[in-house]
């Protein structure tokens, strides 16, 4: 157990309609990374917060929102969805200082497997 | 895009060989740090290499870094059917560039 609990496990849902995904990251990790794993793209970094705030943004959809909140958990907010969104959604956390960034390994979750029908 | 690249993408040997991964990226690094991922699930972070350090050893994992060719190679020795899985390396850069950039992935088959 990596410690990174995301919800749900499964979605299965039409086109069109929109999709909010969880995550509560490690106790005591500040840092959430959101990435999309499918079987032509491999896996895709979408976006990470730190503390709140966004830090980095990869390869992410208009389509797609994401934000951290006060109490660090974060949400992946998918709409209008298309055929091709399908696929596994994880979600990673590790710590992260602001100054000289002490880079450390990242936890995943066990991840959202999203079906669009 | 994709910062790492493994290679081979697949590999099969037998219980007990040694596995050889590598993975090239393409720019300046702060650390590698390599993944594996059993099939759907999630990731499991398996060793950090840091870009001053040359070869780092974690039980029948050794893993070497060479910056001048940006490169890494992981091995696994004496493998089990166990160790079956996909391995990634990531890589993070330096200075304000949080990304945890991942490869597309070795899948090793180990065969009883």
């Known amino acids: 157990d990596s410690g990174v609990t995301q919800t749900p496990k499964h979605l299965i849902t039409a086109t069109g309609q929109r999709v909010t995904l969880r995550c509560s990251p490690r106790s005591g990790d500040l840092s959430v990374y959101w990435y999309q794993q499918s079987l032509d793209q491999g896996l895709q970094f979408l976006i990470q917060y730190y503390n709140g705030e966004e830090r980095a943004k990869g390869n992410i959809l208009e389509r797609f929102s994401a934000q951290q909140f006060p109490d660090l958990h974060s949400e992946l907010n998918l709409s209008s969805l298309e055929l091709g969104d399908s696929a596994l959604y994880f979600c990673?956390?590790?710590?992260?200082?602001?100054?000289?960034?002490?880079?450390?390994?990242?936890?995943f979750g066990q991840g959202t497997r999203l079906t669009v029908v | 895009s994709q910062q790492g690249e493994e290679d081979p993408q697949a590999l099969s040997i037998q219980e007990g060989e040694n596995a050889t991964m590598n993975c090239s990226y393409k720019?300046?690094?702060?650390?590698l740090q390599w993944y594996r991922q059993n099939s759907g699930r999630g990731l499991v972070h398996l060793i950090l290499?840091?870009?001053?350090?040359r070869e780092k050893h974690s039980g029948r994992l050794r893993v070497t870094l060479d910056t001048s060719k940006k490169s890494s190679s992981l091995l696994i020795t004496a493998s089990r059917a166990a160790d079956t899985a996909s391995y990634f390396c990531?890589?993070?850069?330096?200075?304000?560039?949080?990304?945890?950039?991942f490869g597309k992935g070795t899948l090793l088959t180990v065969n009883p």
């Open positions: 290499i840091r870009s001053n350090e």
């Open positions: 990531a890589t993070r850069s330096g200075g304000s560039n949080y990304k945890l950039t």
């Open positions: 720019t300046s690094i702060n650390n």
């Open positions: 990673a956390s590790s710590v992260e200082y602001i100054e000289g960034a002490r880079s450390t390994e990242a936890f």
